[in-house]
């Protein structure tokens, strides 16, 4: 059985960083493409950035240039490197996997992944 645990969230002022973990278990399927989606109060789950297990990588434009999202694959953990946050970056960051399948790069919608973790709150104040 799939599992993903999310942590590394809290609450920076804007222009600090975070940086989140998702450690995966239970599959050992190749291809897959792991992704961090955020959600806001409101507002639907969107894509953040996803890596497939090529090493191909997508990032939402909102965040290009800021985040940078990785993997160590020993450690069975993916990784989101998020600086120059800003308000808007604010909500419960979701990360997700999509096994049998490459990312090629681009962006999906939530819909299209099966396996999710619990989330972790991202805070940026002023």
């Known amino acids: 059985q799939v599992q993903l645990v999310e942590s590394g969230g809290g609450s920076v002022q804007a222009g600090g960083s975070l940086r989140l973990s998702c450690a995966a278990s239970?599959?050992?399927?190749?291809?897959?493409?792991m992704a961090w989606f955020r959600q806001a109060p409101g507002k639907e789950r969107e894509g953040v950035a996803n890596?497939?297990?090529?090493?191909?990588?997508g990032y939402a434009d909102s965040v290009k240039g800021r985040f940078t999202i990785s993997q160590d694959n020993a450690k069975n953990t993916l990784y989101l490197q998020m600086n120059t946050l800003k308000l808007e970056d604010t909500a419960m960051y979701y990360c997700?996997?999509?096994?049998?399948?490459?990312?090629?790069?681009?962006?999906?919608?939530?819909?299209?992944?099966?396996?999710w973790g619990q989330g972790t709150q991202v805070t940026v104040s002023t």
């Open positions: 890596i497939d297990s090529s090493g191909s990588i």
């Open positions: 239970g599959y050992t399927y190749r291809p897959y493409c």
């Open positions: 997700a996997v999509r096994v049998e399948f490459r990312c090629y790069g681009q962006m999906y919608a939530a819909s299209l992944f099966r396996n």
